[in-house]
């Protein structure tokens, strides 16, 4: 494996480590579409395993929505008193 750069730190790696040694960040990026891996080192616009559209998200625009989401979706708890609710209301 050749030796690239951290994309975080942009320490020298020796290629083989799957974390920067230095700071800490991965060195691998994976596919959330189908799981496949590689190298920071080779920058893809799409997976070369699946075709999913690699562009950057902003992670904190992400948090986000993902908050958003779920504050808008009853937590268990909820649906399931929702659901005791009703039979005691069909009953």
């Known amino acids: 494996m050749s030796v690239f750069k ?3 730190c942009c320490k020298t790696t ?7 040694t230095d700071c800490g960040q991965p060195l691998n990026i994976k596919c959330p579409a189908c799981g496949e891996t590689w190298r920071y080192m080779f920058v893809y616009n799409y997976c070369p395993a699946c075709g999913h559209n ?3 998200v902003d992670a904190e625009e992400k948090l986000k929505e ?26």
């Open 14 to 20: 020796g290629g083989n480590e799957a974390f920067c």
């Open 66 to 91: 993902e908050l958003k989401e779920e504050q808008s979706t009853p937590s268990l708890e909820l649906q399931l008193e929702n659901l005791q609710n009703d039979e005691a209301s069909q009953e």
């Open 6 to 8: 951290c994309p975080k």
């Open 54 to 56: 690699m562009e950057p």
